[in-house]
């Protein structure tokens, strides 16, 4: 049967959701606990790939099983046998011809800044401690002009294909002290997009560049521009959506 699932994990001891020979991702750590339960070798796909160190708490997978029992049982099992720093949260079966990557329509992530001058060692995972005062109202400025149609080339790298074009439907910072959060939704992200972009609008918020500079850099499409890209432990995939409907 097919099946959808959503994961959640602690990227720090990862080297990103891909498979990579001879080291420990997402991906093989979940399909090493589909065929401990199953028995089968099977091929797990993600709606994101994400890269080494960044966390998820609404990663979505696809993968095919033999399975005769219920499905909270198999999550049971497979949460059984994961590893601590992963965890199926819900899982049921997949609409015909569904892809966890291409059937999406939006991914939306989350960057997080501990901002003070001494470190959390409750969040030196999770967070990019930067201890320069930062002017928020600055950063959302900015960020405004994200929104919309644009050619991101300054900011990343196509994981494949050519075009660098992304519709960003959404990217606010919200200020809890003294945590800054950067949340961004887009059709689709460039790779190290959201690092890029949170690099540079810390210098933004330091007063190293202004409103007007961030702007010609996104309008630039040149990736020499960018001079500071964030710390992946920062960042998190929070959601994937899809068309109503396709997941039940």
């Known amino acids: 049967m097919a099946l959808w699932a959503r994961v959640e994990y602690d990227g720090t001891d990862f ?3 891909q498979i990579q020979a001879g080291e420990r991702t997402v991906q093989g750590e979940i399909e090493r606990a589909v065929e401990a339960i199953t028995g089968t070798a099977t091929r797990v796909t993600g709606a994101g790939r994400t890269d080494r160190g ?4 609404g990663q979505v997978i696809g993968f095919e099983v033999e399975w005769r029992h219920s499905l909270a049982e198999l999550q049971q099992a497979l ?15 997949a609409p015909q011809g569904f892809h966890p990557r291409f059937s999406a329509i939006s991914r939306s992530y989350r960057y997080t800044l501990l901002n003070r001058p001494w470190p959390s060692p409750l ?3 999770t967070a990019w401690h930067v201890t320069a ?3 928020v109202g600055r950063m959302a400025e900015a960020s405004r002009c994200l929104v919309g149609t644009h050619d991101f080339a300054a900011f990343g ?3 494949q294909g050519e075009s660098t074009v992304r519709v960003v439907l959404r990217a606010e910072w919200q200020e809890q002290e003294p945590f800054l959060t950067f949340d961004i939704e887009a059709n689709a992200f460039l790779y190290r997009m ?6 540079t609008l810390v210098l933004v918020g330091r007063g190293q560049m202004s409103t007007d500079e961030f702007k010609a850099i996104l309008h630039s499409r040149d990736r020499s521009l960018v ?3 964030a710390p992946a432990h920062g960042l998190c995939l929070m959601r994937v959506d899809y068309p109503e409907g396709v997941l039940q």
């Open 227 to 229: 001079r500071q890209l």
């Open 79 to 93: 949460n059984a046998v994961l590893a601590d720093d992963v965890a199926i949260l819900e899982m049921g079966p």
């Open 15 to 17: 080297f990103g959701f």
């Open 54 to 57: 960044v966390h998820a708490v």
């Open 133 to 135: 005062s930062l002017d």
């Open 194 to 199: 959201v690092r890029s972009l949170v690099g």
């Open 157 to 159: 790298q196509p994981p």
């Open 123 to 125: 969040a030196r995972r």
